[in-house]
């Protein structure tokens, strides 16, 4: 029977271990930390429960596959049996300065009139976007992942949508093109930031996203995303796929032009004959194989590539309930443009922010003790390759900030309620998860590094090296990451089991 390791027990790293085990293959998933998760990261603290990865969950559907492969009766189980998904209305609320607010749904009547509330002149352009985003999710997208390897003629019969829906323009620019407003511009554009895209560099074709989540809803485990990961990995291993945790590894060893062995920090070794790596991008390459050629070859490939920016958060729970306070809101400052380019092209730390602001305790009281709250808001700032800073200073003082902005707009006496808060910053990143130069999303996809210009999940050189995860294709979020690893599943079954399976 053929022997394959994942490295990395993220989304991504689950998702590809849990289709290997169930195709067959004897799966091994490794995990640094003593949790599984990845960046999907839960922390407990006096009494109340704090998630600082994602936010929400889109496309459940990709989800629900994974619980459909087990069992052997082929009829498979249901993720309900195992973790309890509530669905979230609105998906976001879009809140400004000036007290505007829009609210973003699946429900395309009420997406109308929120128009025609706020720019009702721009009501036939919104439905000109609405009508452009259908068909960048079903022509161009799925296209785009319809090959697990593409090939030339693959991308060719592509080329004719991708001409036809201009995606070599950038998301904003097709966004102006079609709507006046400034407020509907953001509103329209602003999700690719939660994938580590600039709305002004990343194709119009992510117009892809918001028509996904329009489609497949926007979703929260209950107990936390720790519930969904841990009912992930139990999964994983009630299928015999063997899960082990607190291992980093140290080499992924090589013979020839092929893995053979995958090596831990506390002298585990043992012979796969194939591997899968979930862990960073730059991190599998010039640490895991940067003995090889292979693996110097690409760290410098990598260096010259745009990466994605880092995270800013702070996590904190206030005395009080506040049901007006949406489970996801998205926090519009005085600048949009000016704003992503400090974060993307100048590396600079400006005063003003766009926030994305978590309050998961209105969907799941579990989270905190009752008449209590639990938020998390959110920051993308510059990554630490543009913005080399020393945040264990300036952190303190961005939380500050941070609070003093959801204050003034939402809760006055935020700070008299705060009954605990801590931050994380690109460093935490950088440590804690070898993200490189602190990115929260790998590389940044734009429209030169985006789809099939992201690493593909087959190495070139190295055949039996595979990859999942935010930089590997399709490209980052959990939707994307768990999408990827279907992608190299397929590549990984077809050569190590035969293309019939």
Not at 310 to 331: D, K, Q, R, T, Y
């Amino acid at each position: 029977m053929k022997r394959i390791c994942v490295v990395g027990a993220g989304f991504g790293g689950l998702a590809l271990a849990i289709r290997c085990q169930a195709a067959g293959l004897v799966t091994t998933l490794v995990e640094a930390r003593e949790e599984p998760g990845g960046c999907a990261n839960t922390v407990t603290r006096d009494g109340f429960t704090f998630d600082t990865g994602p936010g929400t969950l889109i496309d459940r559907a990709g989800l629900d596959d994974l619980w459909a492969l087990a069992g052997g009766s082929g009829a498979g189980r249901d993720m309900a049996s195992d973790v309890a998904l509530a669905p979230l209305a609105p998906f976001c609320r879009l809140h400004w300065s000036d007290g505007t607010s829009f609210d973003l749904s699946g429900d395309e009547a009420q997406l109308r009139g929120e128009v025609a509330r706020i720019a009702p002149d721009d009501l036939a352009g919104y439905e000109d976007f609405s009508r452009y985003s259908v068909e960048a999710l079903t022509e161009t997208r799925l296209a785009l992942l319809h090959a697990p390897t593409p090939d030339w003629t693959s991308k060719l019969l592509a080329a004719p949508a991708l001409l036809r829906h201009q995606a070599w323009r950038s998301l904003y620019a097709k966004v102006a093109s079609q709507v006046r407003s400034d407020k509907l511009r953001e509103a329209l554009s602003f999700r690719t930031l939660m994938q580590g895209g600039n709305p002004q560099t990343a194709s119009a074709i992510s117009a892809a996203l918001y028509q996904q989540e329009k489609d497949g809803g926007a979703w929260w485990p209950m107990g936390g995303m720790r519930v969904l990961i841990r009912a992930m990995a139990a999964l994983f291993t009630d299928m015999g796929g063997r899960l082990l945790l607190g291992e980093p590894v140290a080499r992924i060893h090589t013979i020839g032009n092929r893995v053979a062995e995958v090596e831990g920090v506390s002298g585990w070794r043992e012979h796969f004959d194939a591997v899968a790596s979930g862990a960073d991008l730059m991190h599998t390459y010039r640490h895991l194989l940067g003995h090889t050629q292979r693996g110097r070859q690409m760290t410098d490939r990598l260096a010259r590539r745009a990466w994605s920016p880092g995270v800013f958060s702070v996590h904190f729970a206030l005395e009080g309930s506040w049901p007006g306070i949406p489970h996801a809101m998205a926090l519009f400052g005085p600048r949009y443009g000016g704003l992503l380019d400090d974060i993307f092209e100048h590396g600079v730390l400006p005063r003003d922010m766009l926030i994305h602001l978590h309050h998961p305790s209105v969907t799941d009281p579990s989270l905190a003790p009752p008449g209590k709250s639990v938020f998390s808001a959110v920051v993308p700032v510059a990554n630490l390759g543009k913005l080399p800073i020393d945040w264990s200073q300036v952190g303190p003082l961005m939380e500050q900030r941070v609070l003093d902005e959801v204050g003034m707009r939402f809760i006055p006496d935020i700070h008299d309620r705060v009954l605990t808060r801590f931050h994380r910053t690109p460093r935490n990143a950088a440590e804690d998860l070898n993200g490189y130069r602190g990115s929260g999303w790998s590389l940044e996809p734009n429209r030169w590094q985006n789809f099939w210009a992201r690493a593909q999940n087959r190495d070139s050189a190295i055949p039996n090296l595979y990859l999942v995860g935010a930089g590997a294709q399709p490209g980052a979020g959990v939707a994307g990451v768990v999408a990827g690893a279907k992608r190299t599943a397929a590549l990984i079954c077809a050569d190590l089991l035969g293309p019939a399976l």
